[in-house]
């Protein structure tokens, strides 16, 4: 699950615990990106913030914090998919995202091949699900969609492989919480060495 997580927040966590419980998962890695391509720089809190605040809201069991794709030199999930593919090859992955993603998949870096690459599972956002279900990527590749009472064995399943996973919404976003002016302040804080983000 990959995002810029600016910052991360109880919906994040939400979708990565149904995750975890209705596609049988072991974990779910949040993949913290360094700068997303479709975001801009500006309001962008630092990467250490960024980590920190989901280090926090992740807690502890089964989602991991990570900022792997410094470590891998990869932009885009396509190439990070690629790569994670070939240093872990027995991992059975799955790509978690919500509906406003899949909304403008079409506009991230060869989204044919992250389709074909690994099973996906997109997860309802209030007021995206139309969009989604009707965008590009999903019209492109609705004969690839597996029924939603199949989703626990989604990641058995060759790509390409999707679902859309309807869950009880969660109405945080990242949008609502950078417009308090409250974030990034005590994370930033957290990066000089100041304190604890609990």
Same mark, same amino acid.
């Given at each position: 699950?990959?995002?810029?997580?600016?910052?991360?927040?109880?919906?994040h &966590?939400?979708?990565?615990?149904?995750? +975890?419980d209705?596609?049988?998962?072991?974990?779910?890695w949040?993949?913290?990106?360094? =700068?997303?391509?479709?975001?801009p720089?500006?309001?962008?809190?630092p990467?250490?913030?960024?980590?920190a605040?989901?280090?926090?809201?992740?807690?502890r069991?089964? +989602?991991?914090?990570?900022? +792997?794709?410094?470590?891998?030199?990869?932009?885009?999930?396509?190439?990070?998919?690629?790569?994670? =593919?070939?240093?872990?090859?027995?991992?059975? /992955?799955?790509?978690?995202?919500?509906?406003?993603?899949?909304?403008? $998949?079409?506009a991230?870096?060869?989204?044919?091949?992250? $389709?074909?690459?690994?099973? +996906?599972?997109?997860?309802?956002?209030?007021?995206?699900?139309?969009?989604?279900? /009707?965008?590009?990527?999903? &019209?492109? /590749?609705d004969? /690839?969609?597996r029924?939603?009472? &199949?989703?626990?064995?989604?990641?058995?399943?060759?790509?390409?492989?999707?679902?859309?996973?309807?869950?009880s919404?969660?109405?945080?976003?990242?949008?609502?919480i950078?417009?308090t002016?409250?974030?990034?302040? &005590?994370?930033?804080?957290?990066?000089?060495?100041?304190?604890s983000?609990k």
């Amino acid at each position: 699950m990959g995002g810029s997580f600016n910052p991360a927040h109880a919906g994040h &966590r939400h979708i990565a615990l149904h995750a +975890i419980d209705q596609l049988k998962l072991d974990c779910v890695w949040w993949l913290v990106s360094p =700068q997303n391509p479709l975001k801009p720089d500006a309001g962008m809190a630092p990467l250490a913030a960024r980590l920190a605040s989901a280090r926090a809201v992740a807690g502890r069991g089964a +989602i991991r914090v990570t900022d +792997i794709e410094t470590a891998l030199a990869t932009r885009y999930t396509v190439e990070t998919v690629r790569a994670l =593919q070939r240093r872990v090859p027995h991992a059975r /992955f799955v790509w978690l995202m919500g509906a406003d993603n899949l909304a403008q $998949f079409a506009a991230w870096r060869a989204w044919p091949d992250l $389709f074909r690459s690994l099973p +996906i599972a997109v997860f309802d956002r209030p007021t995206y699900s139309s969009r989604a279900l /009707f965008s590009l990527a999903a &019209r492109r /590749f609705d004969r /690839f969609r597996r029924r939603a009472d &199949r989703v626990g064995g989604l990641a058995d399943e060759a790509p390409p492989a999707w679902v859309f996973v309807r869950c009880s919404l969660h109405r945080e976003s990242a949008t609502r919480i950078r417009a308090t002016g409250a974030w990034p302040a &005590r994370f930033v804080q957290l990066e000089a060495g100041q304190g604890s983000a609990k």
